[in-house]
């Protein structure tokens, strides 16, 4: 039995990984008009690239999870950790030679490494913390968005200043330093199942397939608004860009009292009531930033509801994931689920990039609230359960 301070040490540890995981991928968006540029290449080309590293990032999870299961989260993780972080060092030779070819081989390879992580980290959660699941995860979520709510305005600093491949490296160096970070304080002491589950046995568990296509819907419009906010601020309301990554980062602030409240929320009244009021508040949110005519105020409405419901979201459905998956196939369940999100959930960003140059960015705008307000609807047919304790 781990005691009260190792085991919050532990989730710490976790949060910072969870934090450098999602930053590799944020560092992009503060910078985009200035990668766009350097390269040579429209918005289509951009979110094509972008939506081509998003799916392979939710495929690799379908390895990640079996495999953390199978020989130890730990090791998963670190080799996540590493391995993603050297990946960043390609990013030079994109910078230097002004080659979207090598951009994108850079950015597949992080999200490669880098996708192994979230099935596995979800997947130890849920062994690790039994009788705060919910809130476990909800706190595993604000470690890493504290890290992250800094990085877009880190990476367009580290980017105007140094070039916007360093800013990739930056973080890079972070990651592989946390690996070590890893191999030192986690040693021998893994979550084990001495029977895995896989994908196959995953699927056949009926109440996840709601989920599931509740959890497409959100990776449609959540990988389209996490590539094109700022861009959309700058170009459709004037707003300078160092703003627009400020904006970007104001968004993460609010995500982390959402990550918190989500939790703590969900342990106590049921994800799916949480589940069904953070869906609305993303409809709202994405209201307010397209149809207030007062620009300032809709952008501030978004930024605090979206930050809010978005991010209070994840802890509630990553524990009502684990309430209905055996303890002996959650490693497969959780790769499943960050598969939909992130990488069928990445064919947004191909579609809201071609609307972007085809009809502007309104209308793709509009199209990622179609795919939010989809997912209100089927909020209301998940089902109930909750944690035993």
Request: charged content about 10%; proline content about 3%; some cysteine.
């Amino acid at each position: 039995m781990q005691t009260k301070p190792k085991r919050n040490s532990k989730l710490a540890l976790l949060g910072a990984a969870h934090s450098l995981n999602h930053s590799l991928f944020v560092i992009a968006p503060p910078l985009l008009t200035l990668i766009m540029s350097d390269l040579g290449v429209s918005k289509f080309v951009i979110g094509t690239v972008a939506m081509v590293a998003s799916l392979l990032y939710g495929v690799g999870a379908l390895a990640g999870g079996p495999l953390g299961d199978k020989i130890g989260e730990a090791k998963i993780i670190t080799i996540c950790l590493a391995f993603s972080g050297l990946s960043t060092l390609v990013m030079l030779a994109a910078g230097a030679l002004r080659d979207i070819y090598i951009y994108a081989l850079a950015l597949i390879l992080m999200a490669v490494w880098a996708s192994l992580y979230h099935p596995t980290a979800n997947s130890l959660i849920s062994k690790a913390f039994k009788g705060r699941v919910a809130e476990a995860m909800g706190l595993h979520g604000v470690g890493g968005t504290l890290g992250v709510v800094l990085t877009p305005t880190i990476a367009w600093f580290l980017g105007a200043t140094f070039g916007w491949a360093w800013a990739f490296v930056a973080f890079g160096i972070a990651s592989i330093f946390l690996a070590l970070l890893f191999v030192r304080n986690f040693g021998k002491t893994e979550v084990r199942n001495s029977k895995v589950g896989t994908i196959i046995d995953a699927l056949k568990i009926r109440e996840l397939w709601i989920l599931l296509v509740f959890n497409i819907a959100i990776g449609l419009f959540m990988k389209g608004v996490e590539l094109f906010f700022p861009t959309y601020l700058e170009e459709n309301r004037l707003i300078d860009p160092m703003w627009a990554s400020i904006a970007y980062t104001m968004v993460l602030a609010a995500g982390v009292p959402g990550q918190w409240i989500g939790g703590k929320t969900a342990d106590m009244v049921g994800s799916k009531k949480v589940l069904i009021a953070t869906s609305a508040g993303v409809c709202f949110s994405l209201f307010s930033l397209l149809f207030v005519p007062i620009y300032t105020v809709g952008i501030v409405a978004f930024i605090i509801l979206y930050g809010l419901s978005f991010y209070a979201h994840q802890p509630a459905l990553n524990s009502l994931t684990g309430f209905i998956s055996p303890q002996s196939h959650l490693g497969a369940v959780y790769g499943i689920f960050f598969f939909t999100s992130f990488g069928i959930g990445s064919l947004s960003q191909f579609m809201a990039g071609y609307m972007a140059d085809t009809y502007g960015l309104d209308a793709a705008f509009y199209l990622l609230t179609a795919f939010a307000l989809a997912a209100l609807l089927l909020s209301f047919k998940l089902p109930k359960k909750r944690e035993i304790e």
